[in-house]
């Protein structure tokens, strides 16, 4: 009875644990993702500057599904915003970038895991790309 009980409480103890396995000088991780491993941001954008009072984000899976998720605002100076979790896991992501009226000089880089994947130039109202992990631009103002 006891041996039977001491499995039974290894079995919740290992289920709560959430699958996870690291070792102290690896941190390797078999867990699923979630906010607090590093899979949760490998997609991000970091608005580098412009010359206008904001930025508006928008990220999906393509023009026709995408959705804001941040706006940048000037006085903040360069920022990093991470892609919505629900994009975190795909291998390509669609990312528009939005200012006001007018000619405002802008320059913004999507990042997946550290790297510069497509840099935004612009200075008209939008700019739009899909941008796949694979890609790599090192004209990237800011990473």
């Not at 580098?48 to 100076?77: H, P, T």
Request: proline residues 3%.
């Amino acid at each position: 009875m006891r041996k039977a009980l001491t499995i039974i409480v290894a079995i919740l103890f290992a289920g709560q644990s959430s699958f996870a396995l690291a070792r102290d000088d690896e941190k390797a991780t078999l867990s699923r993702p979630t906010a607090k491993n590093s899979r949760s941001n490998s997609w991000y954008v970091v608005v580098c500057s412009s010359r206008a009072e904001n930025v508006v984000l928008q990220a999906g899976g393509n023009d026709n599904d995408n959705s804001v998720f941040a706006k940048w605002y000037q006085k903040n100076g360069q920022k990093r915003f991470p892609l919505p979790d629900w994009l975190q896991a795909r291998t390509k992501v669609y990312v528009r970038m939005s200012i006001p009226e007018g000619k405002w000089q802008t320059e913004a880089c999507v990042g997946y895991n550290g790297y510069a994947k497509k840099a935004f130039r612009f200075d008209k109202n939008n700019e739009n790309h899909n941008v796949s992990m694979d890609d790599n631009d090192n004209s990237c103002a800011c990473r």
